[in-house]
């Protein structure tokens, strides 16, 4: 076959070191926009992203060129690098080092995007924690959560 050609969607969760509250609505209104950039500059394509202070949520289709734990360290060393030098505030921001990603199949993607647009509303009644785990759960992977909290 000469031609590759590939459709991989994947929804990608990862938090704030600690969980701390420090996305706000601004950084928010531009980190999104600057993820968005990230993903099309290693050729993947931004369906979703959204979040709250204390985490995000990318759903996108992953590029046939790129594995899954490069996009991810790309989007995490980028983004975190791009807010200590946007919003210096004293001490530095990191994500938490682990993240979730899964795959999405596509007749899923409609129900995943309303998911990740509906976050301030879910995150009024169901802790960060407590998403994450149901995630798993819903994935199959099962969690030691010794080594899933930083």
């Known amino acids: 076959m000469p031609q ?9 969760v990862f938090s704030t070191y600690h969980r701390d509250l420090l ?11 600057y993820l968005t950039g990230i993903l099309r500059n290693h050729g993947c394509h931004a369906i979703q992203i959204g979040g709250v202070q204390d985490h995000v949520h990318m759903l996108f289709a992953i590029s046939r ?3 899954a734990a ?60 407590d998403e994450y785990r149901e995630l798993m759960r819903i994935a199959g992977i099962e969690i030691d959560e010794r080594y899933v909290w930083d």
């Open 4 to 12: 590759s050609l590939s459709n991989l969607i994947a929804h990608l």
């Open 23 to 33: 996305l706000t609505p601004e950084i928010r209104a531009e980190l999104f926009p």
């Open 65 to 67: 060129t790129v594995t």
């Open 70 to 129: 490069d996009i991810v360290k790309a989007i995490k060393g980028s983004s975190s690098s791009w807010i200590n030098e946007r919003w210096p505030n004293g001490r530095r921001f990191s994500w938490q080092s682990g993240y979730g990603i899964f795959s999405v199949g596509q007749r899923d993607i409609e129900i995943e995007i309303r998911y990740i647009q509906n976050q301030e509303e879910h995150h009024r009644k169901v802790s960060f924690q």
